[in-house]
Structures are given as C-alpha cells and as structure tokens.
C-alpha cells in the first residue's frame, strides 16, 4: 500500500512511518516541521519506499500517484506548542483535515484522523466514554486544540456520510516515548529531563491531579488495528493505569536512579486543563483486540535509554 502521513516527521508520525514501511508498505512523509523534526525519519533517507514532503496541509496537499490511505496526524499536540501557535493549530484541525480529506477522496483512500482525549476536555465523566461530548471551553486557551480536534471530527463524519468515505477517527490519550522533544513542555519530556540532569523533579501544586500514560509502541498497534479494521466511530486508545502526578515523578525518579527527589511549587491552572483523565478503553477491547501490553516502568526505562544515548 502508498500511505501518505501527514505530521510524518512528528513523534508519533515518525513511529507510524517505521511501522508501515517495516511491514513493507510505501510511505509519504508530509511535514512542514513546526514541532515535528527531519532527525525522526532521517533514517529512512536511503529507502526507496520512503518519501519526504515539506509542506504545510493547511494548504492544498498535492501527491502524484496513486494513494490507498491518508492519515492525517499533522497538528501541535502539547499545551506550550498550540499555545505559542493558536492560529496554525485552529487551522490545520480545519482547513488541514479538509484538504487531506479532498486528497483522500480524488485517490479513493481510506482516511484516518488522529483526535485526542482533549475532545471531551475537562471531563465531568470518568473514565471517559466514546459517547461522552465532553465539557470543553471553545473560547479558553486551551480551546484551540480542543475545539480544532471536535470540528475535525465533524468534518471526517460529514466527509464519511455525505461521499461515502471509508474513514477512521482514533482518539490519543497521553502518549509518550523516544522522540519526543525534551522541550515540548509537557509532564513526561519535563521529568525526563531534570532527572537526567540530576536535578528535583518539580510538582506543581500538590501533585494530585491524575494521568494515564501510554508508551509508543501500544499506540503505534491500537492505530494500526483501527486502521485495518472496519469500523468508523471514535475508538480511544489509551492505558487505564491512572497515576497522580505525584506518583509518576517518584516512578521516574525510582527509574532514573535520581536521588535529588521532588520539589513543590505552586502553579497556576490553565483554565480548562483536566484534573482528571482516564480512557473506557472497551471499544477498542472488543473491536480491535486491543489493550496496552507496556508497563509504566518498562516505558520509561526504554525513554530514557532514548534520551541518554542522545545527549
């Protein structure tokens, strides 16, 4: 199969790229490289199935040849990137999922849109449901993302029953692992990075608030068996191994073998960031017959051998 990426030189684009091109499909990689990176598919340069696009989807995508899948994973994804690129971020869920739509549709290909658990915002329903709308604030900061990812899901299903598209929306919970930035600004690269650097992991607030985290490799299959499956609603992919924050900077620290322990300072909440997150993971359960196989510990030994091969 030809499978265009767009977000292909991204974090999780750039795993989804080693996947399908180990399996021996042809990739394109479509990027303009606002957060993603070239250094995360340089090592496919050399590979004749491989292709590299600069190019930002907000504007029309266009791919000579045949295409058999779009998957359109093109966007910031962490509160320090859309925050700092509101409009691109609003613009890619918008004009970037219509156009990689126009593109799936001429080709006749299968369409995928990576959405995120950020689509039912700060959730008054936990865990949370495919069939939860969410509690989200459209004009709030963090509105950017949020409401760019529901209006991309509206699109993709307006896409789905008006041409008849065959189209798939997956839902990301928190991801993390090797390629992600260290600057990215959220709770795992910035962990990461102070225990390699020997320094207290910082805890704003007292800690309490709760995530899931789920290593790459475990997406990287959900993604994959949603892709090759049949079915058109939301599925979320995620772990349900809920941490406190607290506890997943003393998991760190155990792992990091770092002795300068925590410090706690008091944060300003963004408005609108969840104090709670966990997906209902039972669609993909029966569906796709699919549950995450890494453990929180396994995940972070694999990221920070990523990180200390790198520095």
Not at 209 to 215: A, K, N, V
Request: hydrophobic share 40%; with cysteine.
């Amino acid at each position: 199969m030809r499978i265009v990426i767009t977000g292909g030189a991204g974090f999780i684009g750039s795993h989804l790229t080693d996947r399908f091109l180990a399996e021996g499909h042809r990739v394109v990689a479509v990027d303009n490289l606002l957060t993603g990176t070239y250094q995360n598919i340089a090592h496919h340069v050399n590979n004749p199935n491989f292709e590299f696009i600069y190019h930002d989807v907000s504007n029309h995508i266009y791919i000579n040849g045949s295409v058999d899948v779009v998957m359109h994973f093109a966007s910031p994804a962490s509160p320090v990137d859309y925050l700092k690129f509101p409009i691109q971020t609003l613009k890619v869920g918008a004009l970037g999922t219509h156009n990689a739509l126009g593109l799936a549709r001429i080709k006749g290909a299968r369409f995928m849109l990576a959405s995120t658990s950020e689509v039912y915002g700060d959730p008054l329903e936990h865990p949370q449901k495919e069939t939860y709308v969410g509690n989200v604030d459209s004009i709030g900061p963090r509105g950017v993302y949020d409401e760019a990812k529901r209006y991309a899901e509206a699109l993709v299903m307006a896409y789905h029953r008006e041409h008849q598209m065959d189209t798939r929306i997956v839902r990301i919970f928190n991801t993390y692992g090797p390629r992600m930035r260290l600057d990215d600004g959220r709770v795992v690269p910035n962990f990461i990075g102070q225990a390699l650097r020997g320094e207290a992991l910082t805890v704003y607030g007292d800690g309490s608030q709760t995530r899931c985290f789920q290593y790459i490799s475990d997406l990287v299959e959900g993604v994959h068996r949603l892709l090759f499956s049949s079915y058109v609603q939301p599925v979320n992919i995620g772990t349900t191994h809920e941490v406190t924050i607290l506890q997943f900077a003393q998991t760190v620290n155990q792992v990091a073998e770092n002795a300068a322990g925590i410090v706690f300072k008091e944060g300003l909440r963004i408005k609108g960031d969840p104090q709670t997150r966990r997906p209902d993971i039972s669609r993909a359960m029966e569906i796709l017959g699919w549950q995450p196989q890494t453990s929180l510990e396994d995940g972070l030994r694999k990221t920070l051998t990523y990180f200390r091969n790198l520095a």
